[in-house]
């Protein structure tokens, strides 16, 4: 099946004058009006043919137009703005049955239990919620072909973040853990409306098969928390709050003197796996 063709609608601009969205700041709202970057940022959610997608915040719906100009099935978008509701309403109609809207806090939704699989994730995420929501995706990573997410440039270079780089930390051992991560595209404040006072970027994710299940991400959760938490300290010293640490570090085979900074992900799995038979 290739994409269907594009209907006539109206531009952004004229949707959010009719519809009176005007971005407000705790929405964290700064829409994306050009029709060649939505399109950009969908083409690089990768192969969309059967596959069924969630956004997150469409608000006037421009990576959402590109989204349905896309060959995927079914894109479910979740949008907190009731004003924003009833402008996809609009473009629902115009590609009938391949819209589903729902008002409601993305915080609050599984996307296992929206979307049957395959399923891909994609969206320009609110800042104020984009970490919450990615730690939640990446619980539920097993289940989703791949993540396409526009965070705050400095958030997607914690994401991506090498060990022994002040960027690394909690965020990038979870994400790495799960995930093939890459940064695929940065884009300067201008490319909103409003403008944003930082760039933006595309981060994408395609989780790695294994699957470690709950308990094990939720033994990586305290572990990097612990480590992160007091991040010049030595191993040893940090990991204190989680029991014996000389006998966990041993038992994963890693020096106590060592610093969070300079473990690699294998290294943190090793140590979250020894955490987890030690309850
Ligand atoms: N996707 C649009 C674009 O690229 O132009 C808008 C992106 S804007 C950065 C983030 C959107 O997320 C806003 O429309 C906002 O109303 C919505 N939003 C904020 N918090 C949300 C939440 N917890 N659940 C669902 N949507 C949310």
Redesign the pocket.
């Known amino acids: 099946m290739s994409a269907p063709a594009t209907p006539a609608l109206p531009s952004?601009r004229e949707t959010i004058a009719r519809h009176g969205l005007e971005a407000?700041k705790s929405?964290?709202?700064?829409?994306?009006?050009d029709p060649a970057l939505?399109a950009r940022i969908a083409s690089a959610a990768g192969p969309m043919e059967g596959r069924q997608v969630l956004?997150?915040?469409?608000?006037?719906?421009?990576?959402?137009r590109a989204l349905l100009d896309t060959a995927a099935e079914k894109v479910v978008a979740?949008?907190?703005?009731r004003r924003?509701v009833a402008a996809l309403a609009e473009l629902g109609a115009a590609y009938p049955g391949r819209l589903q809207v729902i008002e409601?806090?993305?915080?609050r939704l599984d996307p296992v239990v929206l979307l049957a699989p395959p399923r891909k994730v994609v969206?320009?995420?609110?800042?104020?919620?984009g970490t919450p929501?990615l730690v939640g995706w990446l619980r539920r990573a097993a289940a989703l072909e791949s993540m396409t997410l526009?965070f705050q440039q400095e958030v997607a270079e914690r994401i991506t973040a090498a060990p022994d780089t002040e960027a690394y930390g909690r965020l990038g051992v979870l994400a790495q853990w799960r995930c093939r991560c890459t940064l695929l595209l940065s884009l300067p404040p201008g490319a909103?409306s409003p403008p944003p006072k930082v760039w933006s970027a595309v981060v994408g994710f395609v989780p790695y098969e294994q699957d470690p299940g709950p308990a094990l991400f939720a033994a990586m959760e305290r572990l990097t928390a612990a480590a992160f938490g007091q991040r010049r300290k030595m191993l040893r010293g940090a990991l204190k709050s989680l029991g014996d640490a000389d006998e966990l570090l041993s038992a994963a085979g890693i020096a106590g003197d060592r610093r969070a900074e300079t473990l690699s992900i294998a290294e943190f799995d090793r140590l979250a796996r020894v955490l987890l038979t030690r309850g």
């Open positions: 952004l407000r929405l964290g709202q700064h829409f994306l009006l939505c956004e997150v915040g469409p608000g006037p719906g421009g990576l959402t979740v949008e907190l703005d924003a409601g806090d993305a915080l969206a320009n995420l609110p800042y104020n919620v929501l526009m909103f």
